[in-house]
């Protein structure tokens, strides 16, 4: 199904997003991990967001999620791994489907942690970041998932249903993928395994292997003030522009980011009428 606009994160910022996209007669699929997989989930208490004092994080997002589903914002569960433009569209790889939409907003938060040695130089020759998109390419062979969140145990529960052998290492502190042509074995935290692929399942990519030649300022990424990157139709909201790391910035940069994206959905469909 094509969509006006797909949002990338379901956090204050996504959700702010879907429900501006939709204000403006737009539609929208939010695509995230579940809810309580948000490190805003986990927070007791917040106090500073503005005419809300003392909801939990998990409230907040709760709630805000039933404003979006309200407004007519589509969900889907899952970790968006791959996103190409062509003919005016967005492509978004969602696991082993696509999708595509006009506009893309990026509010996936702040992908944390430095990538592993060996990580780069063996993406695609035995490293992959999604199990059900490659797994079977590993159908009855020895692979390792590294991964900490319920969604990366069912990926891992998935390769083994295909007949893989999984040795799960849960949020390591360090590890090290060597090899020659391929992929061969697998160190994390002093535990080295022979392996023949390895499943890398953070809660979300880094933006710059999302988004190849996306502008980065600071380790954040460069947004102006309508927050649209230097990527035609690619907008970001949220903790991925950069401080402070607050709900109100999030929901706030969510707003433009939704105007803005709804702006250039409306323009490129207009666009497309009259050729």
Known sequence: MSYDVLVIGGGPAGLSAAVNVRARGRSVLVVSNPLEENPLWKSERVDNYLGLPGLSGREMLETMRRHAEKAGAEFRDGRVVSALPSGGQWYVGIGSDMEHASALILAAGVARGKKFPGEAEFLGRGVSYCATCDGMLYRGRSVAVVGDTPTAKREAEFLQGIGCTVTYFHRPRHCEIRGGA?????????????????????????????FPGLEMEGGYVKTDRRMATNLPGLFAAGDCTGGPLQVSKAAGEGLTAGQSAAAYASEASRKARTT
């Open 182 to 210: 391929q992929v061969e074995e697998i160190t994390c935290d002093g535990v080295t395994q022979a392996v023949d692929g390895v499943f890398l399942l953070r809660p979300a990519m880094a933006p710059t292997d999302l």
